[in-house]
């Protein structure tokens, strides 16, 4: 329904409470204008044409009637002058016709008469002021009749076919009086006219307000209850129980319908209140156990994220060790040996990819990484990518397809290196033998647009929706380590939040599958060089260390792998042990790895606060395997180097000779 800039009355729906199933019926009805003004016209308008033609007619007969009555009074003193001159003027007696015209006069119908024949005799009686204008001429024939016939009471027709006219006779009537009257009942019958149309003005606009008042207090209150305050109520009182008459009780009953009406709107709007108050209480309680499930949610997840914690931290402590120890024992391995050895080594690779993978989720959850955004260049950071993945691609012969286009972007280049590279890992891992995978780059709508598609087996629509959540895999049922543990797309997405974008995802079943993600633009001559390729690794062999852990089979590990590389090993087990090395006189320490939970309450952090203290141009390094976020958000704040158990023995070396380059150059 269309409403206007003025108040509307909406149509009520024709709803028969004795037909529950007859269907609902949706009609729009364009309703323009006010009620109250349409029923005004739709009153007045009829009692006018009803008025002003009664009243034309009655006038108008009224009129017909005065000027037949005016013409015929002086056309009767027109034929009663003439029959009574008709002797005296065949006899030429003027005095007698001067005597009948003024008798005329005298009885005060007509104004001038005047006797006449073709001999030459002409009477007349009565002035000739008045102009022609107001008088109006009445004419009778003078004939000679018999004397037994020459009687005023002859009726008419009753002379002989041969009386013949003598003479005329013409009288004079003024017709000012006659207009007055005509005028007179002219005003009377307009008079009359206003005064029923007056009538029947207030007659209809008394009804038509007492028709819209009530409509307008049901409007209100509809609207009230469509505004949601369902404590509206209609007020519609009847009135008019006294009135006796017809038309008073055609408005009682017009009124008793409104009250039916309003009534019917109340109970409406107690139901509806008493329905919203229902729902109310639904709302709060859903509510509430929501808050509950809520609470309950976030303390789960607290506990997930203590436990996981908990759990890293206690499983990279041996997977560490035995990290340390494969590694030592890898190189003396004999023929036989060496095949255990390796698998031990995969195994612990593993597991070690796993807590690595819930540690960055632990990092992206405590939001300790914070993007360096600069200049990259695509083509430079592809050039990584294919260094990276072009052996497993060849491996499974899948040809690796790369288009930079010359496009640079705005980000990290470390966090992007990360995304594109899961999402090139699992399109090699999902294309079959022989086929494609495409990185492109393009631009879109003001940004660059990176896509990775490939012509594999795709993802069906029931599970594009969860790829991004933990530990959830497609085809990996059988929970196969070799295809990944779920976690690198949920790890990416986070990535992608916090490089302020988002992954997306169009795929089909056996139609591949299209992910891509949309960065700014960059100018490609504000894009820094890429960094020269690191020096290769300096020995090991004189580099002075302190390890520093509670766990007897880590400083063994440690020292065993450490010695083996070349280097000085001096080992501490609490704070204690180490302040008491660091505060040697003779002590020269270049590479302190202190673990983050000593024995205790010891705190590795007052051990590096101490080392940077006492050896200040030592390399202190943390060596932790807690990934709690208030863990990693304290050494963020710190500015403390960590690394994260299980360390693995390449990073470690590569670590140790960033230190041992500058002293071999300072020799």
């Not at 008088?135 to 005023?152: D, G, K, N």
């Not at 207090?217 to 008019?240: K, M």
């Not at 997405?493 to 299209?514: E, F, H, M, N």
């Not at 700014?520 to 060089?529: E, K, S």
Request: proline content about 4%; aromatic content about 4%; charged content about 20%.
């Amino acid at each position: 329904m269309t409403s206007s800039t003025q108040p509307t009355i909406a149509p009520l729906p024709d709803v028969r409470q004795d037909d529950p199933t007859a269907a609902p019926v949706s009609r729009d009805v364009v309703v323009a204008g006010n009620l109250q003004r349409d029923l005004f016209r739709l009153g007045v308008v009829p009692c006018v044409i009803v008025a002003l033609a009664l009243t034309g007619w009655f006038t108008h007969s009224r009129l017909d009637a005065l000027e037949a009555s005016f013409d015929a009074e002086g056309q009767a003193v027109a034929r009663q002058v003439a029959a009574m001159s008709d002797l005296s003027l065949y006899a030429g007696d003027v005095p007698a016709l001067q005597n009948v015209a003024n008798a005329a006069l005298r009885g005060g119908q007509v104004t001038r008469v005047e006797i006449s024949n073709s001999a030459g005799v002409f009477v007349a009686a009565g002035p000739k002021t008045a102009p022609m204008g107001e008088l109006r001429m009445f004419t009778a024939p003078i004939t000679l009749r018999e004397a037994s016939r020459a009687t005023a009471f002859a009726p008419a027709g009753s002379t002989t076919a041969g009386d013949a006219a003598i003479g005329l006779v013409q009288t004079f009537r003024d017709t000012t009086a006659y207009a007055h009257e005509r005028t007179r009942l002219l005003m009377a019958g307009i008079g009359i006219a206003l005064l029923a149309l007056l009538a029947a003005w207030a007659w209809v606009r008394h009804t038509a307000r007492a028709v819209a008042q009530p409509l307008r207090r049901i409007s209100r209150t509809v609207a009230a209850l469509e505004a949601g305050q369902f404590d509206a109520r209609c007020n519609v009182v009847t009135s008019g129980a006294d009135e006796e008459d017809d038309d008073a009780g055609r408005n009682r009953r017009a009124r008793h319908e409104f009250a039916n009406l309003a009534h019917d709107i109340n109970r409406l709007a107690e139901r509806l209140q008493r329905n919203q108050q229902i729902s109310d209480e639904q709302v709060r309680e859903a509510t509430a156990v929501a808050l509950q499930r809520m609470a309950e949610a976030e303390q789960a997840a607290l506990s997930r994220a203590r436990f996981l914690a908990a759990a890293s931290h206690d499983l990279r402590q041996p997977l560490h060790a035995m990290g340390l120890f494969i590694d030592g024992l890898l190189p003396t391995a004999n023929a036989t040996q060496r095949p255990a050895v390796l698998r031990l080594q995969e195994a612990t690779d593993f597991m070690g990819v796993l807590l690595d993978d819930l540690l960055e989720i632990s990092r992206l959850d405590a939001q300790v990484l914070t993007p360096a955004i600069a200049g990259v260049s695509l083509a430079s950071l592809f050039d990584q990518l294919e260094a990276q993945h072009a052996a497993a691609a060849a491996a499974s012969r899948i040809r690796l397809v790369w288009k930079d286009r010359g496009l640079a972007v705005n980000t990290d280049p470390a966090l992007l290196l990360r995304i594109i590279g899961n999402l090139v890992s699992n399109a090699i891992r999902h294309t079959p033998t022989d086929g494609t995978v495409l990185v492109v780059a393009r631009r879109r709508n003001g940004a660059v647009r990176i896509e990775v598609r490939d012509n594999g087996v795709g993802i069906a629509p029931i599970h594009q929706s969860r790829i991004f959540e933990e530990f959830y895999q497609v085809a990996n049922t059988e929970r196969d380590r070799r295809q990944g543990f779920g976690l690198g797309l949920s790890i990416c997405a986070r990535i992608a939040l916090l490089l302020g974008t988002r992954i997306k995802l169009r795929s089909a079943l056996q139609a591949g599958s299209t992910f891509w993600l949309d960065l700014p633009i960059a100018h490609p001559r504000l894009v820094a060089a890429p960094a020269k390729e690191a020096a290769a690794q300096a020995p090991l062999a004189g580099l002075h260390c302190l390890v520093v852990d509670d766990d007897p089979a880590i400083l063994d590990g440690s020292r065993t792998l450490l010695e083996l590389w070349g280097c000085q090993v001096d080992c501490a087990s609490t704070r204690k042990e180490a302040l008491t090395r660091l505060d040697k006189t003779d002590a020269h320490f270049d590479v302190v790895l202190c673990d983050l939970q000593l024995d205790g309450e010891e705190d590795g952090m007052e051990v590096i606060e101490d080392t940077r203290r006492l050896q200040p141009g030592a390399l202190a390094v943390l060596v932790s395997g807690a990934t709690g976020p208030e863990a990693l958000q304290r050494l963020r704040k710190g500015g403390v180097m960590l690394l994260t158990k299980p360390v693995a023995p390449a990073k470690l070396r590569a670590l140790l000779s960033t230190k041992r380059a500058p002293i071999l150059a300072a020799c």
